[in-house]
Each structure stands twice: as C-alpha cells, then as structure tokens.
C-alpha cells in the first residue's frame, strides 16, 4: 500500500499549491502593510506565478523534412514502442524526450504527439493480445472485468489530465513525474525479482520432479499413472499460452460493448465541448457529465465484484474477493492513472502495470490488459489534443504508423523469448526499466527547460485555461 500513499500525497501536494495559486491570484496588495519594495517584489511573485492577461505559451513545430533529427528521432521511437507495448507502459518517457530534444517540438506538443504514437503501439499490441489465451488458466489473456473496473475511471482521470496541461507549469510537472515514476518503478522492480525467484523454484521443483518419473520403473509408472497424470501441474497449465484461437470466440463481447459505450459517450461529450465558449456554463457542465458515465459502469463491475456475481479471474487466488474499500482505492489509482497519462503525455500503465502486479495478476496478463485499456485513454487523448489543435497531424500520422509496426515486432520477439527462456518475469523486469528510463528522461528534460526559463527570467506559472488559446 506504500506506493499508493506516495501517489496519494503527490497528488494532495499538487492541489495544494494549485489552490494557494489560484487564491493569491485573487488578493489585492492595496491593504498590505509592507514597505513599497516589499510590496512590489510580491506582487512580480504573484503575476510569475499566474498570468492574467492570456497566455504566453507558444507551440513549436518543426517542419516535417527528411534529415538526420527524424531518422534518429524514427529509430528511438521504434525501440520505445518496441519496449513499451512489451511491458505496457506505452513508450511516453521515450517518446516526449525524443519528440523535444531530437526533432525540436515543444513539451507540451511533444506530450499530444507521444500520445498518438502509444495510441498506435497500443491498437497493434491489442490485435496480437485479442489471439491469446491465459497463460495458465482457460480465459483470454486480457482480463476483461478488470479492464471494466479501471478503464472508465482511467479515461476520466485523461480528461483531468488534458485539462491540467493546459494549466499546470513545466515545474510541477517535472516534480510529480519524478517522485511518482521512482516509486512506481522501484516496486515494479522488486515485484519483477520476486517473480524471477518463484520461477526459479519452480523450475527446480520441475527438474526434479522429470528425474523422480525418469527412474521410476517402467512397470510401476505404467500402472500407477497415465501420461496426462505424469505432466506436472506446471506443465498443464502452461498448455493454453502457446495456443491462439479465433477473435470472436476469445473476446467477452459485453465488457468490451460497456467500454465502447464509455469510449463513445466521452467521444461526444468531448465534441459538444468543442462547440462550447471555453469556461463559459455549458463547457464545465459537459466536463462533468463525464463523471457520471464513467462512475456508473465502474460502480456496476465494482458492485458485481463485491456480491460475487463477478471475479477477475486473472488473479492466481480465485477465491479472494475483494473488499469495497480496495475497489474504491483501485478505482482513484485507476484516475490517477488517467491523470498522469493526459497530463504528462505517456501511457497509464506506468501506474496500472505496477497495480496489476501487486493483484497478483501474472506479468503477461497484466501488460495486456494494461495496454487494453491504454488503447481507450491514448485514443480520447488523441481526439481531445486534435480538437484543442494540439500537434501537426502529418507528423502524428508518421509516427502512429511507425509505433504501429514496432509494437508488433516488439510483441513478437518477447513472446519467443518467453517460450526460450520460460521466464514471464522478463515483462516485469522490462516495465521497471521503462518506467525508470521515463524518469530519467523527462525528469532530465524537464529540469533543464525550467534551469533555462530561469536563466532567462520567462514565465513560469499556472496557465490561464479561460483564456488558453491552442
């Protein structure tokens, strides 16, 4: 429960100082009873912090011209992807770094441009996952029901998260990147040895269970066991994980219909909102009519898991239930997820992957599902940053077609690895380096463009979202 305190708090951070922002934008200095200097010095504060006469953000792109920036931003973009739908954090702290440093787009671009390169990584991942069964239990390797439970509030928590983009500093969004990608990576890593150290006892258990049944006599091991008894458990349950078989007999139709049905009903909120004055009373009230949608199916799963009528499967015990007060802590982490991803421009799954993981999901069933609902989240990215006129849409087109591809190579080869090595903990190992990777890389980007905005005396604060202009 570490990690979700620390999420909790970063979060309570945030709101705290976007809080005390917005209230000092509204004190008046007439009354203070500070010397002039003092006065005036808080008052250069306050307007550094806030910006009331519009905006002072501009856009940067760069002119899509074959040369070394795009050929080197192309390669670390395949090998993002690549990695990123392995471990199904989506490949944003690759994708934002290369899109500002390499091929020169503004952050905040940058984040709406990686969005449609997940989006791509995420609709290839999907298409090879819809194929799979379970790797030990007779169910698709997605687990529908725990899609169901956090992919509402995830695109809830993408909405909030586009709008914060808007508002939030490039400070505040280096600061709440960093502390929540350490401590999620961190814990994706020790999940990731602790899985790696159950493989290997398994394994032994294995090696020596194949050496009792190698000197058992041949008379005795015919009469004592048939050959389906003598596989090891082990053995039988990894059956289904090589085994593909149709789309339409491996997918639960209804789940994936409830999520559309969010997916839709946010689509033209969303639109309507376009038509809308920016603040004006009808743009606030179609912002929250997104609340109840995505609580009402998030609350019918919750509910059937709660009463029994539902269970997410995926888990290795079956039979543990769980409690209303963990669905409702799964459930913030689930808008949580959704913030961090529209806000910072990268996958949820760097918050739902760890999550997955400590369910007790197994790593290539958490790193589909994950990547399941990355593609609804990425995707109403994509439309909302394409309405607020976001990033270049050649460009997007490029670069969602070359995740598109890398994905799937990508998925291809950590499959054969799987089947060569028989350790699912290679994911696992995968999300914690990609997470920590993110990290690194956004945090490096990010402390740098905020090192330069102070050398330079640039504006540094909350945006005005009413008077935003994209």
């Given at each position: 429960?570490?990690?979700?305190?620390?999420?909790?708090?970063?979060?309570?951070v945030?709101?705290?100082v976007?809080?005390a922002?917005?209230a000092d934008?509204?004190?008046?200095?007439?009354?203070?009873?500070a010397p002039p200097?003092?006065?005036?010095y808080l008052?250069?504060?306050?307007?550094?912090?806030w910006?009331s006469?519009?905006?002072?953000y501009?856009h940067v792109?760069?002119?899509?011209?074959?040369?070394?920036k795009?050929?080197?931003g192309?390669f670390?973009?395949f090998?993002?992807?690549?990695?990123?739908?392995?471990?199904?954090?989506?490949?944003?702290?690759?994708?934002?770094?290369?899109?500002?440093?390499?091929?020169g787009?503004?952050?905040k671009?940058?984040?709406?441009?990686?969005?449609?390169?997940?989006?791509?990584?995420?609709?290839?991942t999907?298409?090879?996952?819809?194929?799979?069964?379970?790797?030990?239990?007779?169910?698709?390797v997605?687990?529908y029901?725990?899609?169901?439970?956090?992919?509402?509030?995830?695109?809830?928590?993408?909405?909030?998260?586009?709008?914060?983009?808007v508002?939030?500093p490039d400070?505040l969004?280096?600061?709440?990147l960093?502390?929540l990608?350490?401590?999620?990576?961190t814990?994706?890593?020790?999940?990731?040895?602790?899985?790696?150290?159950?493989?290997?006892e398994?394994a032994?258990?294995s090696?020596q269970?194949?050496?009792?049944?190698?000197?058992?006599?041949?008379?005795?091991?015919?009469d004592a066991?048939?050959?389906?008894?003598?596989?090891?458990?082990?053995d039988?349950?990894?059956?289904?994980?090589?085994?593909e078989?149709?789309i339409?007999k491996?997918?639960?139709?209804k789940?994936v219909?409830?999520?559309?049905?969010?997916?839709?009903?946010?689509?033209v909120l969303?639109?309507a909102k376009?038509?809308?004055?920016?603040c004006?009373?009808?743009y606030w009230?179609?912002n929250?009519?997104?609340?109840?949608?995505?609580?009402?199916v998030?609350?019918?799963?919750?509910?059937?898991?709660?009463?029994?009528r539902?269970?997410?499967?995926?888990k290795?015990?079956?039979?543990?239930?769980?409690?209303?007060?963990?669905?409702?802590?799964?459930?913030?982490?689930?808008?949580?997820?959704?913030?961090?991803?529209?806000l910072?421009g990268?996958g949820?799954?760097?918050?739902?992957g760890?999550?997955f993981?400590e369910l007790g999901v197994p790593p290539q069933v958490a790193?589909?599902?994950?990547?399941?609902a990355?593609m609804?989240?990425s995707?109403m990215?994509?439309v909302?940053?394409?309405l607020l006129?976001?990033?270049p849409v050649?460009?997007?087109?490029?670069?969602?077609?070359?995740?598109?591809?890398?994905?799937?190579?990508?998925?291809?080869v950590?499959r054969?690895?799987?089947?060569?090595?028989g350790?699912?903990?290679?994911?696992?190992f995968?999300l914690?380096?990609?997470?920590?990777?993110s990290?690194?890389?956004?945090g490096g980007?990010?402390i740098?463009?905020?090192i330069?905005?102070?050398?330079?005396h640039?504006?540094?604060?909350?945006?005005?979202?009413?008077?935003?202009e994209?």
């Amino acid at each position: 429960m570490g990690m979700k305190w620390h999420v909790v708090a970063v979060l309570g951070v945030a709101c705290t100082v976007a809080a005390a922002v917005a209230a000092d934008r509204g004190l008046s200095f007439a009354g203070a009873v500070a010397p002039p200097e003092e006065a005036s010095y808080l008052r250069k504060l306050a307007s550094s912090l806030w910006q009331s006469d519009g905006t002072a953000y501009h856009h940067v792109w760069p002119p899509m011209k074959l040369g070394w920036k795009i050929v080197l931003g192309s390669f670390i973009g395949f090998f993002g992807a690549a990695f990123g739908s392995i471990g199904g954090v989506g490949g944003g702290g690759i994708f934002v770094p290369m899109l500002t440093l390499i091929i020169g787009f503004d952050p905040k671009s940058s984040a709406a441009m990686s969005k449609c390169m997940i989006m791509g990584a995420a609709v290839s991942t999907v298409y090879c996952n819809l194929k799979l069964k379970h790797p030990t239990l007779d169910m698709p390797v997605i687990d529908y029901d725990l899609v169901l439970l956090i992919q509402p509030m995830l695109m809830l928590g993408v909405s909030i998260g586009v709008i914060c983009n808007v508002i939030f500093p490039d400070w505040l969004v280096t600061v709440l990147l960093i502390i929540l990608f350490i401590v999620t990576s961190t814990k994706a890593f020790l999940k990731a040895i602790e899985t790696w150290k159950k493989e290997t006892e398994a394994a032994k258990q294995s090696e020596q269970t194949s050496e009792e049944q190698e000197y058992m006599p041949l008379s005795a091991g015919l009469d004592a066991a048939s050959p389906s008894e003598i596989l090891s458990d082990h053995d039988r349950n990894e059956t289904p994980s090589d085994k593909e078989v149709s789309i339409w007999k491996n997918v639960y139709w209804k789940e994936v219909g409830l999520l559309a049905f969010v997916w839709v009903a946010f689509l033209v909120l969303q639109v309507a909102k376009n038509y809308m004055a920016t603040c004006s009373i009808w743009y606030w009230v179609l912002n929250l009519l997104q609340i109840p949608v995505s609580v009402g199916v998030a609350m019918y799963e919750a509910v059937g898991l709660v009463q029994g009528r539902r269970v997410i499967s995926s888990k290795r015990n079956e039979q543990n239930s769980l409690r209303a007060h963990q669905l409702f802590v799964y459930c913030f982490l689930g808008v949580t997820a959704g913030v961090v991803a529209g806000l910072l421009g990268v996958g949820g799954g760097s918050i739902m992957g760890p999550l997955f993981l400590e369910l007790g999901v197994p790593p290539q069933v958490a790193s589909a599902t994950a990547t399941f609902a990355m593609m609804f989240s990425s995707s109403m990215s994509v439309v909302e940053y394409y309405l607020l006129n976001r990033f270049p849409v050649p460009y997007a087109v490029y670069l969602t077609i070359l995740a598109f591809f890398a994905a799937i190579v990508g998925q291809r080869v950590v499959r054969k690895l799987i089947d060569l090595l028989g350790r699912a903990s290679i994911i696992v190992f995968i999300l914690s380096f990609m997470i920590f990777i993110s990290a690194l890389s956004l945090g490096g980007v990010g402390i740098s463009n905020t090192i330069h905005k102070i050398e330079r005396h640039e504006y540094m604060g909350f945006e005005n979202i009413c008077k935003y202009e994209a």
